[in-house]
């Protein structure tokens, strides 16, 4: 190398020499490693020969070491190591092991907050310290959306500074859609100076990630395996937030007056169609990802074991796929969507826009806009309500009617574990003459109410057994 001047080998393997490129004196050493064609080249800080070799000598019995022991030889940087899991995923993407829009999710955590909080900071030093302190870090250097975290005053430069990350990311996105920016969109800090705390659901989700990169740093050996971080810290569950039954019906009547009070097709049209992916939503318990994969063909009508007509539906999304089944009324909405629809063919999406091109965003503004009209817009929790609201209502709905929770977890393509956690409030609702029980001013139901019930309960399972009786003597 051009650059490298003094040159001295202190044994095969291990030169010693100084930097023609640099102003300083410091001696360097260059370390081969051993079967491999690689060096490792370390500054010994010092411009005295004798210590020079004394600690050229050190650090290559420290790279022998590491290699005996199955340590990593060489620093990396987390941004690099981070770097090197977003390619693994995005390629994992391309294969259809994970959904397409995984990846840019990780790249904006990668390359936003995560970068920010350990980017240049060598993987093999992040620690217990480094990772239990990134809850605190991100609270004090993020701001949120929702007031549900209440909320914190920041300085004008902290103002400022979430301006730029702002401007950085806007004018980041036009240029992934190749649009031309020529400078910086300017974005002005907010007048006022207290922000939302940034969600515990966000930090979680953060975490997650940066717990991912740290395991793929310890598949590559780039740190040992005690730097493994599984255990999330406790941040508290927010539970869900839903429409009341009461709620439901109101936003079921101010939604055909809204359809009503306009006279434009266009928004007629929009309207019509966002009314009933509504009532959808919150007879399925569809993720908004699977209504918009929706297409016409994965409909199909079917027939319960008492001959009563319902609707089966074949959805996709989170990379999962299942059926479901919905009432009959279900099929009703769906027909009034193809109805209007200008894409009602096989293979076409069965939420579209008004010239039948799939809606990416799902009718969010009109969404917004209708729950404003209903004055529903924000939950119990003060925080604004998404489409997202719809699927928590089935699943509260439906909890609240009896349906056995293991049977809801699969129709609703979850966990039993994720239905008890963000749904347990409901089970105390209808429980509440067992919890109540032998308090003051609570009375027990009257015998001959539980008598009635009784009776009809076994005459429902009397006619169950020669139902089944029937079926098997048929067959």
Known sequence: ???????????????????????????YCRMKMPKADRYKTVSLKTTDISAARERAFDQDADVRFRIKHDVPVFNRPFRDVAREYLLTQEARAKRGEISAARPKKLRAVIEGTLDRYAGSTQVHLIGDERWGGYPAWRRENG?????????????DEMAQSFADHESARRTKVQHTKRIRVLKPIAVQPKD?????????????????IFGAVMNYAIKKRYVPASQRFDERPKLKTMRRDEFTLEEYRKLHTVGRKWIAETNKP?????????????LIACNTGMRPAEMKNLRWRDIMPAKDREGREIVVLFVQGKGKSRKLVAPKSVGDYLER?????????????????ITGQPAKMLYSSLIAGLLNEANLREGTQGVPRSTYCFRHTYATLRLQEGVDVYFLAEQMGTSVHMIEQHYGHVNTIKHADRVLQ??????????EVDVTKAKASKAAETHDKSKRGQHRRIG
């Open 192 to 208: 006022a100076r207290a922000v939302p705390f940034i969600s515990d659901s966000t930090i979680r989700f953060e975490m997650s």
């Open 266 to 278: 266009s928004s007629v049209w929009y309207r019509t169609v966002t009314y009933n992916m509504i």
């Open 143 to 155: 701001a949120g959306r929702n007031r549900r975290n209440g909320v914190r005053e920041v300085t």
């Open 337 to 353: 969507i193809r109805t209007i629809s200008k894409a009602t063919a096989p293979d076409d999406r069965v939420f579209t826009t």
């Open 1 to 27: 190398m051009a650059f490298i001047t003094e040159k001295e080998e202190l044994k095969p393997g291990l030169i010693l020499f100084r930097r023609g490129d640099v102003e300083h004196r410091m001696w």
């Open 438 to 447: 032998g308090m003051a001013g609570w009375e027990m139901p009257h015998p």
